[in-house]
């Protein structure tokens, strides 16, 4: 529909946000064979976007999204910048924002973002998602409670995402909850039985290095300590 659009009038700048965000979600989800051309085609997409109308603040939050996904951290903080500056009172624009604060490193920004989005619309449908990121940064600060409060306000708001699960299996390890960490990483495991490490650091390969080393090391230690739950998750 969106390419529809795009056909129809080539100069509407929210039918190429539009699919710029897909490719997007297409990359992120795994529903691409080829996550390389997806992201190059929808960077061309989201600049095409900005390009047509650079005073839409969705413009700019799709190519913020993008550009944190092929590894431009620095562009895609000043898109999503710029889109939360146009667009103040979004939610999903700050939140994006805290994203990529997380994606390079900068936890604590990240958590204020997130505040900022819960505060502006805590009924929102994206929500579970405002805590799963505020949750991650908690965990990278090695503020497990917080981190498990978080990741379980994302499960309860939405029970299958696979990610709020691992977050909360990673932070019950750290707090020597083996045998709940266990039984959280076998939720995942009913939830998603296909998901591998491979899969993981794909996604996750343009996250701030040290963020992406302990976030791997600490699922491959709940693979040792549980290896009968966790194989097919992780290899």
């Known amino acids: 529909l969106f390419q529809r659009a795009a056909e ?16 997007y979600y297409e990359s992120l989800l795994g529903y691409t064979e080829d996550r390389a051309a997806t992201l190059t085609q929808g960077l061309r997409e989201g600049e095409r976007a900005v390009e047509l109308d650079d005073r839409d603040g969705q413009n700019h939050f799709v190519l913020g999204r993008i550009c944190v996904s092929v590894g431009d951290r620095d562009r895609g903080i000043t898109e999503l910048q710029q889109a939360v500056e146009l667009t103040p009172s979004s939610a999903i624009y700050h939140y994006g ?23 502006l ?13 505020r949750g991650c940064s908690y965990f990278f600060l090695a503020r497990y409670e917080e981190a498990i409060a978080d990741a379980i306000a994302s499960i309860q708001k ?7 699960h691992i977050l909360l299996a990673c932070c019950q390890a750290n707090l020597g909850e083996t045998d709940e960490a266990k039984a ?17 650091a794909a996604n996750l390969n343009h996250l701030h290095p040290p963020y992406l080393e302990k976030y791997l090391s600490d699922l491959r230690n ?5 290896h ?8």
């Open 184 to 200: 959280t990483l076998d939720n995942a495991r009913r939830g998603e039985p296909g998901l591998s490490l491979k899969f993981l």
């Open 158 to 164: 939405t029970t299958d995402q696979i990610f709020a």
């Open 222 to 226: 709940l693979a040792v300590i549980s």
């Open 121 to 133: 619309s805590p009924r929102d449908q994206q929500s579970w998602a405002f805590y799963h990121v």
């Open 228 to 235: 009968e739950v966790v194989h097919s998750i992780l290899f």
């Open 8 to 23: 129809l009038s080539p100069d509407y700048a929210n039918a190429h946000a539009g699919l710029s965000f897909i490719c």
């Open 97 to 119: 924002l805290g994203v990529a604060f997380y994606w390079s490193g900068r936890a604590n920004d990240a958590i204020a973002m997130c505040d900022s989005a819960l505060r």
